[in-house]
């Protein structure tokens, strides 16, 4: 592992080398190049330099017990020792997490998708109180949010709805949100006062280039029509919106958010882009999942992941039974501490594997 480390840190010292040449100063291309690979050293060559720090004054600790020292100052040293020691285990635990391998989609922008599952009206409505959720999440993070397709209920709710979040770390967050969402709550529809089950389902989608999925034209079947719910006046007058098949997977994406047809297909283009890879993805991953399963889940969007419990104000993620009595933040977006402990369970998880 240190052997790495010493690389690493070595590769980082002849980027900033390079960074400072003119040639490159010049080269828009090569200087954004050199620059990223820096930014994604940085974090981990900073630990193992703290490390290194750590190590040396342990060693100088260590020298001065061989001394002649009185009680007093021997005991001080001791234990400055120990909290050197348990600083330098939390230094290699730290580096050990960042020495796991990346996901090559975490700096990605997304596609959640949310549609209404069990539940009728009532999970129509869930879905547009997750979507909420999802849009102060991201706007919390800086991130901006746009609605790529919608289908509306007549009380305001979603039978489905696709929305794009673009931000730096989107689907290093988002991704574990995947899955069935289940809220219990008494109902705006029900009269009798009874709690009711409802359940949504999300799904989190790397948003990917043309050239990391390829696409023939002879593949889609490409329909116009009117686009339908909340709009100006070219709602239910004008072929805008766009439905694209895609013939070999039967993948179907509608867009019908713009006015402009050829915007709407566009935008529809890239939601199939970001399932076909999520497909392909996911035919990869069936072997190695059938051999083990990681403790914060699959992240299939049939299993159910959470439960949003109105009359106890409370929520709770299955996949890492944690549980928080604080309804109302989250579902303004307060995300952060559950999704944090899912990615600390997931790195945890990898490690275990790792070391087996």
């Not at 954004?32 to 100088?60: G, M, P």
């Not at 790529?148 to 305001?156: L, N, P, V």
């Not at 890879?277 to 069936?286: C, G, I, L, N």
């Not at 439960?307 to 709770?316: A, D, E, G, I, L």
């Amino acid at each position: 592992m240190f052997d790495r480390l010493a690389s690493m840190e070595e590769r980082y010292e002849h980027l900033s080398q390079l960074l400072c040449r003119p040639d490159v100063a010049s080269d828009p291309e090569k200087l954004r190049s050199y620059a990223k690979e820096q930014a994604e050293l940085a974090e981990t060559v900073e630990v193992y330099r703290e490390w290194k720090k750590v190590s040396q004054n342990i060693d100088e600790a260590k020298a001065m017990l061989q001394d002649k020292l009185d009680d007093e100052m021997r005991e001080f040293v001791r234990a400055e020792l120990a909290e050197l020691q348990r600083r330098r285990e939390g230094l290699e635990h730290r580096l050990k997490i960042l020495l796991l391998p990346k996901d090559p989609n975490d700096d990605k922008d997304v596609f959640v998708e949310i549609r209404a599952a069990a539940g009728g009206e009532e999970a129509a409505l869930f879905a547009a109180e997750l979507l909420r959720m999802y849009q102060r999440y991201a706007e919390k993070h800086g991130w901006k949010t746009e609605i790529i397709d919608a289908s509306y209920t007549d009380m305001g709710g979603f039978r489905e709805v696709v929305m794009a979040v673009h931000g730096k770390g989107a689907y290093a967050k988002l991704k574990f949100e995947s899955g069935t969402h289940r809220v219990q709550r008494v109902p705006v529809t029900e009269s009798g006062g009874r709690i009711h089950t409802s359940t949504a389902t999300v799904a989190v989608l790397p948003e990917v280039e043309e050239v990391e999925v390829e696409i023939h034209e002879k593949d889609l079947r490409i329909d116009t029509f009117c686009s339908t719910g909340p709009g100006g006046q070219s709602v239910n007058t004008t072929q805008s919106a766009v439905r694209i098949t895609h013939l070999p997977t039967g993948i179907v994406v509608s867009c019908q958010d713009e006015k402009s047809q050829l915007k709407n297909k566009e935008k529809a283009m890239r939601v199939l882009r970001a399932r076909l890879y999520e497909k392909a993805q996911r035919e990869q991953q069936e072997e190695l999942a059938a051999k083990r399963r990681l403790q914060v889940g699959t992240g299939d969007r049939s299993e159910r992941i959470r439960t949003y419990n109105f009359p106890q104000s409370r929520v709770t993620d299955h996949r890492i039974g944690l549980t928080l009595h604080k309804l109302d933040a989250v579902l303004d977006g307060e995300l952060d501490e559950i999704i944090q402990a899912l990615i600390v369970e997931s790195q945890a998880e990898m490690l275990r594997v790792r070391e087996a």
